[in-house]
């Protein structure tokens, strides 16, 4: 079986000739380098967004912009520009790759150059590293995907919060090579107390009997899809349910998909070699698709 990925793209040559936002100037990708001492490079330490552009419409932006304020306030960052400066850097990066639709913009803001190479962030003197890469990027998965459940769980606050997109992806990158080493595609996590939460990359949904689950949301990525498909649900009389929920749970669903900023809703067709529903993408998670779209276009 060929491996998909929840960012699997379609191949595009324009992307060799992009061009990046870095530090306040827009460069080619072969110069859009970052020094050796940068706090990101070095510890993770930093925070990020990732968006997408619908015919000529960064979706969801501001609720984006929000996320990328509020994890940068707790982690105490200073992105020294303020929303209306990171929404113009965006569209400037826009505009110089001259990109109407299908594109993925990443943002990335670290603590910036370290003075010496050691973890206090007092040494990040300089100021932070700010970081657009914009690619024209159109989903190209082939199939539904499939889960292996994994070891690595979904910790608590006080460790590292799930909520918090950070640069400190660690713990999903192993979560994924363990599930790829099971010979699936993306890692299905658990939290604390053994119930199913989400993938190492998306949000994780099932549906039973008609109607729409997904966990909690204490130990997962604050995800924005993931809150337009519960509201979505919520607008159109389907039963929606953040609840606890386990593996045994899981294998009898009629379907399960995960929802992502780059896939918005991807099928999945087996976890743990249990083939779930019909393994084919459902009517269910057909309708939040269509459903999903729609929002899109009228926002």
Known sequence: MT???????????????????????????????VSVYDSGFMLGDGVWEGLRLYDGKWAFLDEHMDRLFEAA??????????????????????????????????????????????????????????VIIMEHSQPKIQRPITLSTVPHLRGLPMTQDPKLNSHSKLNCILACIAAQKAGADEALMLDLHGFVNTTNACNFFIVKKGAVWTSTGDYCMNGITRQKVIDL?????????????????????????????F???????????????????????MRLRELYKDLVDRS
């Open 3 to 33: 491996e998909v990925t929840t960012h699997q793209a379609a191949e595009d040559l324009r992307n060799e000739e992009i061009l990046i936002y870095l530090n306040g100037q827009i460069v080619p990708k072969a110069q859009a380098t």
């Open 73 to 130: 306030k707790a982690i105490d960052l200073d992105i020294r520009l303020d929303r209306k400066g990171i929404v113009s850097a965006l569209l400037e990066t826009q505009k110089a790759n001259e990109m109407t639709t299908d594109a993925h913009a990443r943002l990335m803001v670290t603590r910036g150059t370290k003075t010496r190479p050691f973890q206090h962030p007092s040494l990040s003197q300089q100021g932070p590293t700010f």
């Open 233 to 261: 649900c919520r607008a159109n009389d389907i039963p929606v349910f953040e609840r606890n929920f386990s593996l045994v749970d899981t294998y009898s669903a009629d379907e399960a998909f995960l929802t992502g900023t």
């Open 263 to 285: 896939g918005a809703q991807t099928p999945v067709s087996m976890i743990d070699g249990r083939v779930i529903g019909t393994g084919e993408l459902g009517p269910m998670t």
